[in-house]
């Protein structure tokens, strides 16, 4: 059973807009999220992290957002780029000694020129 | 500084052969990773280390066998393979600080086809 969903599979924006992805988990002991970025024939690579004591964290066009309650987070991408075109995943981890991380499946996105 | 680099990039076996993939990093980590790729299903943990000499189970752990004899590397073992292991294999790594939040960081990947 996935504890960590994102149920987008894919996403198509176009260039300049905003990017909006979603993830939801069940786990209540997640209290550490990722997202990671991948391109084809590459392996993921690290975007962005929150901790569960915030609820927004920002870098650059990047912002992810975290409701604990709701149990969701979502990554705002703006304003999308070309470049970004690629998939998603958003990871869990719960808590500072829990050496594993839970995946959503991913959701690809398509920035269009 | 080469980052995760996995051995080989791709590789096709028959039903019941064996092979081994291999992980090494050169960042003095800590903590090593194995996961598959499949469509739909994300990145599943097969097993992991948090040190040197140790191992232990992740979430698809049946078909597969680790070593972590040195510290920079990493070995994934398919004993008999079957046509479900079809899929493409990373390999992460973690700095393993105590109390902290860590990243992983990711190999390129391993693409295996079982016939």
């Known amino acids: 059973d996935q504890q960590v969903k994102q149920n987008s599979p894919s996403l198509s924006v176009q260039e300049g807009r905003i990017s909006i992805l979603n993830c939801d988990y069940t786990?209540?002991?997640?209290?550490?999220f990722l997202w990671y970025k991948k391109y084809p024939a590459e392996g993921p690579t690290f975007l962005i992290s929150?901790?569960?004591?915030?609820d927004k964290n920002e870098d650059g066009r990047f912002t992810v957002f975290l409701n604990k309650s709701a149990k969701h987070l979502s990554l705002h991408i703006v304003p999308s780029q070309p470049g970004d075109s690629a998939v998603y995943f958003c990871?869990?981890?719960?808590?500072?000694?829990?050496?594993?991380?839970?995946f959503g499946a991913g959701t690809t996105v398509t920035v269009r020129a | 500084n080469a980052g995760v680099t996995q051995t080989p990039k791709f590789r096709v076996l028959k039903t019941g052969q064996s092979m081994t993939l291999l992980c090494a990093q050169d960042?003095?980590?800590?903590?090593m990773y194995w996961y598959r790729q499949d469509p739909g299903m994300g990145l599943r943990l097969i097993h992991y280390?948090?040190?040197?000499?140790?191992?232990a189970k992740g979430e698809v752990p049946d078909g597969y066998n680790v070593s972590r004899l040195k510290k920079q590397n990493f070995l994934l073992g398919l004993e008999s393979a079957a046509p479900s292991q079809t899929s493409v294999y990373f390999c992460?790594?973690?700095?393993?600080?105590?109390?902290?939040?860590?990243?992983?960081?990711f190999g390129p990947g391993t693409r295996l086809t079982v016939l």
């Open positions: 960042m003095n980590h800590e903590y």
């Open positions: 929150i901790s569960s004591i915030k």
């Open positions: 990871a869990a981890s719960a808590g500072s000694n829990d050496y594993k991380l839970s």
């Open positions: 992460a790594s973690a700095a393993g600080l105590a109390g902290a939040f860590d990243t992983q960081y």
């Open positions: 786990n209540s002991m997640f209290d550490y």
């Open positions: 280390s948090v040190g040197e000499g140790t191992t």
